[in-house]
């Protein structure tokens, strides 16, 4: 035999050539092969194994090198080729040697592989079950098992042929199990692993029954006595195939240890080896029962054979959990099984361990054999372990037996009796939600849920770790893809439909967990010993977050943040029942965990339209009383949202609470059969019940319903009908509830009707006599008015609409809103007070808004403000003080109204407290009289333009004056807020009446001595004093402005009409002078304003009136003797009328408006008094430098101070005295210009009068230097172009400064002055 080939030279020369060959690659070479030589080698006991062996080597690598080349050679003959096959297995059980022994099976399976015929299989199985049969040991059979084993791997259609045809030959391998060597039981379980699991099980279900019995019996005879690794790992292979036919697993299960040998076995041997076959059969094998089978190798630390037993449990436990839990359980099972969930980190162990688990939690006797509380901590270990890892299905596979065992945990014995090992579970659970993987989140939500039960919650519960739990849960539910509406409309395919339904999943999942939440939270408060940790010091800063308050205001942040939200997204177009009824559970858990915060919660739902979406699901879903839970959870949640918000309309209005519980309820009966659609409502609000079901329990109960919940969804912004149909259906209600004799409404439903007719009014048309009179009883019966009312506008403008409803309601609206306004707006008053002086506040605007319509409200203020408390009263001052101010065109009329019933209302204070009105301000009937007199200014002032033009002082309004005046002669110098308002008023009618009118008034204002002693009062306190820092304390500064202006009005009358005095009134000069002198840098405005008109006033007289005692001191009059100036201007002297013309000047360069004209007045009526009594003084004055610098100043002040009035009327008033310092260029010719560049058009009538004035002045006076022809020819053709000249003076109106009123007639600008009234204003 040469190196590489397979020939053996000794005898192949005997051999024919045809069994010889080349075989090798088709490019050539190979091995010389000699069929014929191999043969004889394996028969010869002579050859050595050695040879043997290189031999079989390089026939398999000819084999595996050149396949199909030695079939050719042996396809020659038939019979040399079943002669090699049987060759071949001779020698497996003839060598010895192991790796012969090797070589031989490989060969035999790549020489069957390569032949690939049945026939040859066939002839195989034949010798190896007539060696079987005529041996007496099975000793040495162990190659030839390995060989079939082998064979079976490659040939996956030879464990059929075996069960279809071979069944001796598999008794015969069923007795060979019962061979004592491990080794040979190994290959044998082997060949029955591979016969069971053949063409996928299929092959063992052909199998005879009495085989498969006794290969189970034999099965567990050797696994529970098995010491050898390999044969374990077979047996656990083959158990695996059996344990998946549920015929074996009875069988295995249910194995008695007397199990006998079947007749067959019996008759197998006739020798000794037959009867110690027998015997062994006969004896009491030592079995153990197969959970303890199973429990053992658990507790081997082969990895291997634990996963393998798992594996074979839960195949079993699959098949029938109810029948083989107990078994497996008492035999303590899982015990051991949660032991290896504690110890291993492996995937397929973790896998293995919880698919055994599930099944077994099925069995009550697992949690009563308290496994669940051994083994609750080794399961979160190893589900954190789990979810570390990226298996998801094994994730998914523990979170379900967490969920199962927290599902099914008895409640009267705690898995987590203690804080760490509930945060342990949530902190596991938590990671489970975080997953990205849909299907585990949604498993671990499931385990949240289960968690979340009360009776799995620690001492002290962990209110921190649900919450984070919720947080997380629902941050899960945020990242979700929502379904958008494009998206909807597309074509989706099978995968975007499977994530979109993993996604409704999870959304579900995390309600139903959140709905468990809600109720455990419902569940500790409820308990007080739960409510509060009583374990926890409450000093530590983590108290207040692991607190049921701080839970339940992370489930309402949740639901209103994500909840809402997600859920009304997921649903728009596609609801979920099971989604829903979570849903609104959950928003109805609200209003019990957290009230204080329920009012805006309630309010927020409402307006972003619950109502309809809630009645639109009881529409579509819960029909024809399906889904009834759906229904009750809608109905539900619609309950308790409209209580809570009829709660806070009922706190506003300070209504019973009974209301609320009538409500209630209505609302409990009613609801559950309202399914129906918001467009349907309408027929159903208009339907006439039955007699039988016109009470609160039947069909008017449902109505009832529908008019509650359109009013507080109305309430909220939410129109659910268009006003129209709500406003006739009310309408329509109403009547039908009267006509049929029903029960009077509710006061609650009739709140809410009555809302509704007034907020859907502007759309509807005027009611009818019939529905208005029935509107009028309906309101009519209810006993409190006062509790049907709302602080809402437009039920306002619905009482007054109609003047039924106006008469017999009005009057009490109107004094509820004023309360309601005072209940609102009082404490704001103090912060905003300013900003409401100069805008009135919206509750005011409505009743201005009110008046506007319906001018008999005036009446109804006015009558409150006589009659009612202070309080209310001066509320409805307020309102129509500011609803006077702004009137433009209207006054005439309101004003007409209101003079009857403001005289009505003096002379009833005039007659019934004339003793008391001395007594000062705080007598309770004095307190109107100030809000009578501050309603008469504010009448005066609105009436102003009608009043100087035809009133009468004969009529009314001498009526008023005299009461005004009588009434504030009687009142103490100290009530300033009745006097202040009284001089206001006199002052008014005295600046505002026509001339021909002033004779008698002021001829009774000078009769009454009190007046003059009230005037003399103030004006003495003051000491002419005008600083504002230190006021008297007997006068406010606006009621000394007040009394100036009056008595300057006084003055000019008297002196015009020569009215009789009867008492004179001391006033001194020089204190007037020396405080304008030195103290107006300090003093109020409109106190310097005063002051001077007054200081006009008297100048205007020649400070010589029957009513005023002028005083004066040498230091102004001059010393004593008097010059023959001084004597002229006594008592005011050359030197006071160089003081008072600088302070005049000093007052005109502040260029303030009101200072601006008063001062500019005051000069013209100095100078006009100098001219009468001292031209040479006059002229003097006029012709000081400081003249020159005021003018100069005025001019060089900018275009708009150029053309202002006063400075045009101060160029007259120095032309008009003969000044010297008026110079024609640059004074006049500055003027001139910029009053053609500017565009006399575009000056207002005041500008253009004094311009006028000015240039007519100019034609008459001299100017330096003298004017020209074509000067003149310039301003002739100026005075055309302003046009004819006009009588033009401020309007005959009322300036209001807060409770001070001043006549603009009195700061019109005078070109001149006299000794009595202007001759020109302007």
Known sequence: MTSGDIVYDKIHLRHDSKWLGRLGPPDGGGVLLCVACVIEMMESDDIASVRKSVALSGVSGVLKVSPGALRELLQQDHRVTLHFIASLLGMLRSVEDPATLEQVVQVLVQLLLELHSEQYIRFVLDEIHTQLKDQLSLRGFLPTFTFLGRLMEVFPNLAQILVAQYAPFLECLCSALLYPDEGLKASLFYVWQRVFRAAGGTAAQSLPVAIRDRVCILLLQTLANAGFPQLIINCLGLLKQLVRLREAVSVLMNSPSDQILSEADQNLHTNNNQILIQNQEQQPPDLCPLPLILKKLLLSGDEMLQVASAQCMAFILVHSPSQYSAPFILADVPEFLFERLASSSSEVLLWSVYSCLLPLTEDPLFFSKCHSVYGIESLVRSLKEALRLTNL?????GLLLLTEILERQPSGVRLFPSGPGFAAVSEAVVTGVSSSCLQVATQAAHAASALLRLNHQSSPVQYKEIQTLIEAITNRCSELPLPSSAHRRSTVSGGQKSQASRSRGLLLQALVCFQAACRLAEQCASEPFLKENAFTAPS???????????????????CDTVCIPTVTRMCEHAPSVQMLQCFYSILSSQFTLFPSLMPLFACKL?????????????????????NSNLNASCCGFLQKLSVCLLSQVHHA??????????VEDLLQCGLPSLCCHVSDWPPLLREAPGLLLSDSHGARATQYCLIIMLHLALQQGDRLLPDQTVFSSVVWLLRSVQEQGDCPLPRSVLRSALFLLAVTQDKSPKLDWAPLNCISKTLSSCQSFSSLYFHHPPLLHFIFCYLELAEKFGPLVLELWLTQQARHTEPELNAVKEQQEQQPDPDTVELLALIEKHPAVILILLDMVCTKEAALAERALRVLSVFLQGQRGCEAELCAQLRPALLQALQRLSVENSHRLGQGHNAGAVASLPVVLKLLCVMQASDSPSFSSNS???????????????????????NTDSLLPAFSYLYSCLSLSPAHCTDRAVSMLLSNSGLMDQLQTILSSSSFSLSSSSPSVFSSSALLCCCRLLMSSLITLQHVHAAQVHKRISWSLDSAVQCLLFQKGNTDSFLLVSSLRLLQALLDVDLVSPLVCVSTSSDLAGPRPLSATDSALYPLGSRGARCLTAVLYGLLLQKQELLLRVSLNCLGSLLSFLHRKSPTTAQYVVCQPWSRFLLYSLLNSGESCLLHPATLTLITLLLQQGSTTVLWDPDVLKVMQVAERTGVAELSQEAAQALRLLLTQLQSSVVQPPLTEEHRRRVKSMM??????????????????????????????RASGCSGRPTHTF
């Open 393 to 397: 299905e094994l994730q998914k596979q």
């Open 606 to 626: 409402a307006s972003s339209g619950f109502y309809r979406l809630a009645l639109e699901h009881k529409a579509l879903l819960c029909v024809g009383n399906r």
């Open 1280 to 1309: 055309e172009s302003l046009g004819p000249s006009l009588s033009h003076g401020l309007p005959g109106a009322i300036l209001r400064v807060g409770d001070l009123s001043i006549c603009l007639s009195d700061l019109a600008l």
């Open 952 to 974: 009468d002082t004969d009529g009314t309004h001498f009526k008023l004056l005299y009461h005004v005046s009588n009434l504030a002669g009687k009142l103490k110098p100290t």
């Open 653 to 662: 209005t300070c209504s019973d609470q009974h209301d609320t519980e009538d």
């Open 540 to 558: 530590k800063q983590g108290q207040a977050q692991n607190s049921l308050e701080s839970l339940c205001r992370c489930l309402l942040h949740c």
